[in-house]
């Protein structure tokens, strides 16, 4: 298993520009999850998924959307980029079937915005 | 609502000391507690966690926590530490109810020194 996989690892973003972060993974895992870290901040949600087509909104949801049509993918949307979106974008899974709560993280996008 | 607090941002210690990574968490129902390790430039994955039963857990690359609920503390220690342990450490907390959304400290910079 590839467990949970991110692309891109990089990108530099202009001002205004939108992007989508991916994010899949491969353990049938139902629940999803898109955290930024910011220095000194930890892990703040951004947006979660219980299931496919089911979305929430976390702590930091403005500027940013989500979807969710397969159980395998859960794509983060940047419309128009903005200086305070730089950070390092995580994505994360857990099966859901269980109240462990252990999550798997992808190993993470580092976004820029100039 | 749940939180975490992280008693100290960055830890600096020597190769072959001990070390303890102080966490604090508030919730006014059971809760689920872990600490997660980031290595640089990689995503989190999980150190140990505390689910139930023995308040003494141990975890992977020698590290143990223990649960104390009177002082609602999770603290992570090892006895002797190894340059490989310098990361950031994260600890975290699920609560029991259903819900499985997990909230981040802000986490520990651990520096471990030759």
């Known amino acids: 298993n590839a467990g949970v996989t991110q692309t891109p690892k990089f990108r530099i973003l202009k001002i205004g520009q939108s992007m989508t972060l991916q994010c899949t993974q491969d353990?049938?895992?139902?629940?999803m999850y898109w955290y930024r870290q910011d220095p000194g901040m930890g892990l703040k949600l951004i947006y979660y998924?219980?299931?496919?087509?089911?979305?929430d909104k976390g702590e930091v949801p403005n500027g940013y959307n989500v979807s969710r049509s397969t159980t395998e993918d859960f794509p983060l949307r940047l419309e128009l980029a903005a200086p305070s979106q730089t950070s390092v974008y995580f994505c994360a899974s857990t099966s859901g079937t269980d109240a462990f709560h252990e999550q798997f993280f992808g190993p993470g996008t580092r976004l820029t915005v100039l | 609502a749940q939180s975490v607090t992280q008693l100290d941002s960055q830890v600096p210690v020597f190769e072959e000391a001990p070390v303890e990574l102080r966490c604090n968490y508030s919730?006014?129902?059971?809760?689920?507690l872990f600490w997660y390790v980031q290595y640089p430039n990689q995503g989190l994955q999980l150190l140990l966690k505390y689910l139930s039963g023995s308040t003494l857990v141990k975890g992977i690359n020698g590290f143990e926590a223990e649960f104390n609920k009177s002082q609602t503390s999770f603290h992570l220690r090892k006895p002797s530490v190894h340059i490989s342990d310098t990361a950031e450490y994260f600890c975290a907390v699920s609560e029991d109810t259903g819900g499985f959304k997990t909230i981040f400290g802000a986490g520990t910079r651990l520096f471990v020194k030759a």
């Open positions: 353990m049938n895992h139902n629940y």
């Open positions: 919730s006014s129902v059971s809760v689920y």
């Open positions: 998924s219980v299931g496919a087509g089911i979305t």
